[in-house]
């Protein structure tokens, strides 16, 4: 199906950048050329556009990763490494409810909202209207800002929802609403937790403790690079050393 007004499209230069585009009447700037982004109209996916000084572009499907590391960020956001992970061990998937305190920029909400499909629903805290407004925005992009419930609520003690298939906190003291997400829970479900900083490990273990929870895992994800030269692979000279610790566990019933 050829392209339309309104599609997103990443478009990759000779030199490995990339750019997140929506195609519209508006002429589109690189360091090296520009074009007119309504030229995209009724191209492909697959196919190359050349600027107006002969630069090429290829023209490739946005992925929901290119969304998330290109998202409009006011704050710290949720890096794809650790969304994988965190996915996996929330058992995120179709027709899931997902609860999160710390909605932010809505990185992770993003990837929730994409898995959860029509059928699943994400309930987002965020206690800061700016952040949400942001957050509303990014989802809107890719379409799926129906699939998200947004609070723009200061959580202090209890969430509005029970039964819920899985809990995420990303806010500075996740600790305070360790009780507030084992109400939250349903059984046997599991909860979420990314903090930057080793102490706040602790204090989170400390209340985790306090709590029926069980299976308890501490992980942090660490992403390598490499260049992709085949006669001299190595790695990238730079990586991300570190974003955040992840933790998890299991609510039940008694210990
Ligand atoms: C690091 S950001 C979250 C980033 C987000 N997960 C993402 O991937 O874009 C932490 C957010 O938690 C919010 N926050 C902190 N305490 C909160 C609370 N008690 N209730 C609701 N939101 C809170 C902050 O305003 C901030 O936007």
């Not at 050829?2 to 002429?27: C, F, P, R």
């Not at 061990?89 to 990185?107: F, Q, R, Y």
């Not at 800002?145 to 806010?171: G, M, P, Q, T, Y």
């Not at 029926?212 to 006669?231: A, G, M, S, W």
Request: proline letters at 4%; hydrophobic letters at 40%; aromatic letters at 10%.
């Amino acid at each position: 199906m050829s392209l339309k007004e309104g599609d997103y499209v990443l478009l990759l230069t000779s030199d490995g950048k990339s750019y997140l585009v929506e195609i519209k009447d508006h002429n589109f700037h690189t360091h090296k050329d520009y074009l007119n982004l309504k030229d995209l109209i009724d191209k492909n996916y697959g196919e190359i556009i050349y600027g107006k000084k002969g630069e090429k572009f290829y023209i490739l499907k946005p992925a929901i990763y290119d969304f998330l590391m290109k998202i409009e960020r006011i704050t710290q956001i949720v890096y794809p490494k650790d969304i994988g992970y965190i996915l996996l061990k929330l058992d995120i998937g179709p027709g899931k409810t997902v609860l999160e305190c710390g909605g932010g920029s809505g990185a992770l909400t993003s990837a929730f909202a994409y898995i959860v499909g029509e059928e699943g629903k994400v309930i987002s805290y965020e206690k800061e209207p700016k952040f949400q407004e942001v957050a509303k925005k990014n989802l809107k992009k890719l379409g799926i800002s129906h699939r998200v419930v947004f609070k723009n609520i200061e959580v202090l003690e209890s969430f509005e929802e029970k039964e819920v298939d899985a809990v995420f906190l990303d806010l500075k003291t996740p600790w305070v609403l360790i009780k507030a997400s084992w109400e939250a829970l349903k059984g046997g479900h599991p909860l979420g937790i990314l903090v930057p900083t080793a102490n706040q490990v602790s204090q989170c273990l400390l209340e985790i403790e306090k709590n029926p929870f069980i299976d308890v895992e501490v992980v942090e994800i660490l992403l390598r690079h490499y260049k992709t030269n085949p006669e001299r692979l190595r790695p990238e000279d730079r990586m991300v050393a570190h974003t955040g610790y992840l933790i998890f566990a299991k609510k039940v019933f008694e210990k």
